[in-house]
């Protein structure tokens, strides 16, 4: 059974920074691209990025490019989320998920875990 | 920034056919790349439920459908239940930004 869950999640003040851990099981995880994908209280599904199997890309959204990092340990099974210069826009629950697809541009994402809360408040 | 459009709310009474739209542009649906739908039930993760525009994940049901045409995508929803009371989301890629898009949202209502 593939299993995602999320950790890292705090409240922190804007400025601050923040490493998000997704520990993958069930599935070999080496294989597949991994993304992740916030959400807002209240809002909808914001695409934030994602790494390929191999470690390649990444991309990013514009919102978060240059201040945030993706990077993955295949040998631990686990997906970080580096998050530098916390902005109280970044205040979102943060999903990780296992990206499904043969090429880059056609990625769908299948299984996601339950999310850890990140909020951006002084 | 969402450059996926949706209504952002339909409504059907219990057996009947609701479709949600998804507009996009030469960038994303137009540039032929796939569109996937996701369902969020309220406080849980989101659901892939159509993949690579028409394809059903197991366990999916058939009343689920989806197709594209142009810069365009469609969810259908056949025999509406009350369990289909959600919200749906469609995902795709964008050229122009390099990076993965997802729709505005539409809040499934069963009367």
């Known amino acids: 059974e593939v299993q995602l869950l999320?950790?890292?999640?705090?409240?922190?003040?804007?400025?601050?920074?923040?490493?998000?851990?997704?520990?993958?099981?069930?599935?070999?995880?080496?294989?597949?691209?991994?993304?992740?994908?916030?959400?807002?209280?209240?809002?909808?599904?914001?695409?934030?990025?994602?790494?390929?199997?191999?470690?390649g890309g990444p991309y990013y959204a514009d919102s978060v490019k240059g201040r945030f990092t993706i990077s993955r340990d295949n040998s631990k099974n686990t997906l970080y989320l580096q998050m530098n210069s916390l902005k109280p826009e970044d205040t979102a629950l943060y999903y990780c998920a296992k990206g499904k697809g043969m090429l880059v541009e056609n990625y769908c994402f299948d299984y996601w875990g339950p999310g850890t809360l990140v909020t951006v408040s002084s | 920034q969402s450059v996926l459009t949706q209504p952002p709310s339909v409504s059907g009474a219990p057996g009947q056919r609701v479709t949600i739209s998804c507009t996009g542009s030469a960038s994303t649906i137009g540039a032929g790349h796939d569109v996937h739908w996701y369902r969020q039930l309220p406080g849980?993760?989101?659901?892939?439920?159509?993949?690579?525009?028409?394809?059903?994940?197991?366990?999916?049901?058939?009343?689920?459908?989806?197709?594209?045409s142009d810069t365009s995508a469609s969810l259908a929803i056949t025999g509406l239940q009350a369990e289909d009371e959600a919200d749906y989301y469609c995902q795709s890629y964008d050229s122009g930004l390099r990076g993965y898009v997802f729709g505005t949202g539409t809040k499934v209502t069963v009367l």
């Open chain 1, 6 to 55: 999320e950790s890292g999640g705090d409240l922190l003040q804007p400025g601050g920074s923040l490493r998000l851990s997704c520990a993958a099981s069930g599935f070999p995880f080496s294989d597949f691209a991994m993304t992740w994908v916030r959400q807002a209280p209240g809002k909808g599904l914001e695409w934030v990025s994602l790494i390929t199997r191999s470690g």
């Open chain 2, 44 to 68: 849980v993760a989101p659901k892939l439920i159509i993949y690579g525009s028409t394809n059903r994940p197991s366990g999916v049901p058939d009343r689920f459908s989806g197709s594209k």
